[in-house]
């Protein structure tokens, strides 16, 4: 198949998904064709059925916003027409679905088909898409999308309460490619990061408030008063003046390594013993499924789509938004008992290896042949 994909490009989980989902159906016979602003940061390897078609919008002065989507939609028929795309998947909403309408209903002027499938990831509904002024518009193009996805289950239910949508919804999970993950297991750079008895406890997101990282220094804070432990942060973004700020009062900054944003964290991830998720909403939590691909245990909340891969007492422990001391408790418990903590790491490898690209992969191509 010939497949066209547009994504956010940027750090973040659905930019993350569109472009390993693109390598992996290359690396199966595809041609995949990505229609984005910039080079999707995962995208760092060229293959004979990988192909980058840059979205550059002009400056003009006259322009108080650059009009992006319709410098998007004239890409879109540009490729589809060039490239002789069979379909075209867009990954978030928001403007995506609706652009891929409009580039759809003009190449259907020149007698040209192309279906579009909409992957939901979560924000595009659960925050973006709870706006009034965007609602029309979502609603409107997620009607017309030859399919839709959503990355779990509770992330499909949230789009039905919100949007009346007469489409089916295909529930697609997030993956891993967990080979990937096993040939890093070896290689533990530990002793960068930590004495031979601390323990490691890791966190990675974009720091937006969703992600409630306040709450991370602070279920570290109480940890650290019972175990020897350092806390590494992988990633940046608007709440980090109020992190740096939080840990200067907490009084726990020597213990706190930073290490910013990292395309590919699994490295990092090979050094951890417990990871921390506490947000405030989280349609699936990619990061979580890439910890426990490495072995790690899962603190979080239980609130979205975590319940759909986060095991409570087995793969890691759930508590409540916001009660972070629950969650402290939890780390406390798994992190003072090594036969425990070695179990759920077992164990949390396990369930990620449910989420396998070689699982996933055939439901994407199973919805592409449906549209075409
Ligand atoms: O988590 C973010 O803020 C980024 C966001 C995105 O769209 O890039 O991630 C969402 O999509 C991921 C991939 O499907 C999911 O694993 C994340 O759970 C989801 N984030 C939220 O729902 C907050």
């Known amino acids: 198949m010939n497949i066209g994909i547009v994504c956010y490009p940027t750090f973040g989980g659905s930019g993350v998904v569109a472009t390993e989902l693109g390598i992996a159906l290359a690396q199966k016979g595809h041609k995949v064709h990505f229609i984005t602003y910039s080079q999707p940061f995962r995208l760092n390897q060229f293959s004979d059925n990988l192909f980058y078609h840059e979205v550059s919008v002009n400056d003009y002065p006259l322009f108080e916003f650059q009009p992006y989507e319709s410098v998007l939609a ?3 028929v540009d490729v589809a027409i060039y490239e002789r795309l069979d379909v075209l998947h867009v990954h978030y909403a928001i403007p995506h679905a609706s652009v891929a309408y409009m580039a759809q209903q003009i190449l259907k002027s020149r007698k040209i088909n192309l279906p579009y499938i909409t992957t939901l990831h979560g924000t595009d509904i659960t925050l973006v898409g709870q706006d009034p002024s965007f609602e029309p518009v979502i609603f409107f193009s997620l009607n017309k999308s030859n399919a ?11 789009t039905l309460k919100t949007f009346k949508i007469a489409n089916k ?6 993956f891993i490619k967990i080979d990937e993950y ?17 323990k490691i406890l890791i966190h990675v997101s974009n720091f937006r408030k969703v992600k409630r990282v306040d709450d991370v220094l602070r279920i570290f804070d109480r940890v650290r008063k019972d175990i020897p432990c350092k806390l590494i942060l992988v990633g940046d973004g608007p709440e980090r003046p109020a992190i740096d700020k939080l840990c200067r009062e907490l009084n726990t900054c020597s213990d706190i390594i930073s ?9 990092i991830l090979a050094v951890g013993d417990v990871f921390l998720l506490p947000s405030e909403t989280e349609s699936f939590g990619l990061a979580a499924l890439e910890a426990m691909a490495m072995k790690m245990p899962v603190i979080s909340t239980n609130t979205g789509g975590i319940p759909e891969l986060n095991i409570h007492g087995k793969t890691g422990y759930m508590s409540k938004v916001g009660d972070y001391e629950d969650m402290a408790k939890n780390t406390i418990a798994l992190l003072s008992n090594e036969a425990k903590l070695a179990q759920f790491k077992l164990n949390a490898f396990e369930q990620a290896k449910k989420f396998d690209i070689d699982v996933i992969l055939p439901m994407y191509e199973k919805v592409y042949e449906s549209v075409l």
Do not use: F
């Open 259 to 267: 290490v910013g944003m990292i395309a590919n964290p699994k490295e």
């Open 169 to 174: 919804i295909t529930v697609i999970p997030n």
């Open 148 to 158: 839709i996805t959503s990355v779990s289950e509770s992330l499909r239910k949230d």
């Open 74 to 76: 004239s890409k879109i």
């Open 182 to 198: 096993q040939s890093i297991q070896g290689v533990c750079q530990r002793h960068k990061y930590a004495q031979p008895h601390e």
